[in-house]
């Protein structure tokens, strides 16, 4: 059973970077059967997914185009874990954020973080 | 990329069936039969019920079933129960290696 666990500031000022980090376990960020991806949830827009990594023999990114000026999402593989950068954030990046898991196959979300509350203010 | 339209909210008493519906557009719902199902209770993560269309993983209820027509895909409840009360919210692979979520549907258990 895959669990993924995020970590990172709930509180960002405007202006400055967004970083959450995703753990996994009973997975590999390396698995070339999935891909590792970031959605956020605001009352406002729903449900918004904003990219993922992936390995298939090399890294592939691939980022929502609302976000991909300021947006990285960079897997570690030495602590199996990936990451989200989001720059220059606004009080529109307010939101609760998830990691999740795509499979390749399904095309997917089927396992998700808890997901981290992330407020935007000075 | 333009959200999938979902209806703000939906509600049956127990052991009715409800349908909510998704709409997209030709580049997403209409072309990919990649449309999913998330279910999300308030403070907790968002669980896949249904996957490519109509496909249920393992241990999600036979009461959940989807559908598509079109650009409209849809999901059904059946025999609700009041542990059904969430929100629900649908996806599509919108091509180019992308995904586009609805904006959410809250299910009320009357």
């Known amino acids: 059973q895959v669990q993924l666990q995020q970590s990172g500031p709930g509180l960002v000022k405007p202006s400055q970077t967004l970083s959450l980090t995703c753990v996994i376990s009973?997975?590999?960020?390396?698995?070339?059967?999935?891909?590792w991806n970031w959605v956020r949830k605001s009352p406002s827009r729903g449900l918004e997914w904003l990219g993922r990594?992936?390995?298939?023999?090399?890294?592939?990114?691939d980022y929502a185009v609302s976000v991909k000026s300021r947006i990285v999402i960079n897997p570690d593989t030495s602590k199996n874990q990936f990451s989200l950068q989001l720059n220059s954030v606004t009080l529109e990046d307010a939101a609760v954020y998830f990691c999740a898991r795509g499979d390749a196959y399904t095309w997917a979300f089927d396992s998700w973080g808890q997901g981290t509350l992330v407020t935007v203010s000075s | 990329q333009s959200a999938l339209t979902q209806p703000a909210s939906v509600s049956g008493s127990p052991g009715q069936s409800i349908t909510i519906s998704c709409t997209g557009g030709d580049n997403d719902v209409g072309r990919h039969d990649l449309v999913s199902w998330y279910q999300e209770d308030p403070g907790k993560a968002p669980r896949l019920i249904i996957y490519?269309?109509?496909k249920r993983p393992s241990g999600i209820s036979n009461r959940f079933s989807g559908s598509k027509s079109g650009n409209t895909a849809s999901l059904t409840i059946s025999g609700l129960q009041p542990e059904d009360e969430a929100f629900y919210y649908c996806?599509?692979?919108?091509?180019?290696?992308?995904?586009?979520f609805g904006g959410g549907t809250k299910m009320t258990v009357l």
């Open positions: 009973g997975d590999t960020v390396s698995n070339d059967r999935a891909a």
């Open positions: 490519e269309v109509i």
């Open positions: 990594t992936y390995s298939r023999s090399k890294w592939y990114n």
């Open positions: 996806c599509s692979y919108a091509g180019g290696s992308t995904w586009v």
